[in-house]
T-cell receptor, first 113, second 113 residues
Framework: SQQGEEDPQALSIQEGENATMNCSYK?????LQWYRQNSGRGLVHLIL?????REKHSGRLRVTLDTSKKSSSLLITASRAADTASYFC?????????????FGTGTRLTVIP | DVKVTQSSRYLVKRTGEKVFLECVQD?????MFWYRQDPGLGLRLIYF???????EKGDIPEGYSVSREKKERFSLILESASTNQTSMYLC????????????FGPGTRLTVL
């Protein structure tokens, strides 16, 4: 399976601290994405990094990708209570007609006010 | 903004019932997906479709079928619901042009008694 795996499974930090989540995957990819899911809701796309990129920023988010290690990390700086959610990495698998994504099991982040 | 809607947020059905989960997207996306999400297992792809009347099996199609009669609508059908189909069901869509990013609906939490 190409499914990604996030690490840690759960993370609890104080507001203002940085949160780092990691993702490992098994096969070659074209890109890797991070999604966020608030409790009981759908997933929301956060950021995409392509296989030829090593680092990407979006606001307080910083994503790195190491294709040699088949791993990625998501850093949320200056965390806020509203960042409390589950975070998933997703890798692509090009198939005929549609691009499927393989999701990891997620990291549950709790930011304590 | 892309909007993906699902017909119900919560649904309770009895074993053996036929269950329809509806998903509608308003962005003229070609690709649509049905996932189920269970604790510790992440998101698993049930079926996907990249065009009207086209469907492809995902990782766990057993016990499910789908229908895509119109481009904006993708229905998931549980022919005879069983208790092991109690889960959160998430619909997503993506465009062929920007096929890397999927847009998710809010999810339907289905309980089969």
């Amino acid at each position: 399976s190409q499914q990604g795996e996030e690490d840690p499974q759960a993370l609890s930090i104080q507001e203002g601290e940085n949160a780092t989540m990691n993702c490992s995957y098994k096969t070659s990819i074209n890109n890797l994405q991070w999604y966020r899911q608030n409790s009981g809701r759908g997933l929301v796309h956060l950021i995409l990094i392509r296989s030829n990129e090593r680092e990407k920023h979006s606001g307080r988010l910083r994503v790195t990708l190491d294709t040699s290690k088949k791993s990625s990390s998501l850093l949320i700086t200056a965390s806020r209570a509203a960042d409390t959610a589950s975070y998933f990495c997703a890798t692509d698998a090009k198939q005929t007609g549609a691009n499927n994504l393989f999701f990891g099991t997620g990291t549950r982040l709790t930011v304590i006010p | 903004d892309v909007k993906v809607t699902q017909s119900s947020r919560y649904l309770v059905k009895r074993t053996g019932e036929k269950v329809f989960l509806e998903c509608v997207q308003d962005m003229d996306h070609e690709n649509m997906f049905w996932y189920r999400q269970d604790p510790g297992l992440g998101l698993r792809l049930i079926y996907f479709s990249y065009d009207v009347k086209m469907k492809e099996k995902g990782d766990i199609p057993e016990g499910y079928s789908v229908s895509r009669e119109k481009k904006e609508r993708f229905s998931l059908i549980l022919e005879s619901a069983s208790t092991n189909q109690t889960s959160m069901y998430l619909c997503a869509s993506s465009s062929q042009r920007e096929s890397d990013t999927q847009y998710f609906g809010p999810g339907t939490r289905l309980t089969v008694l």
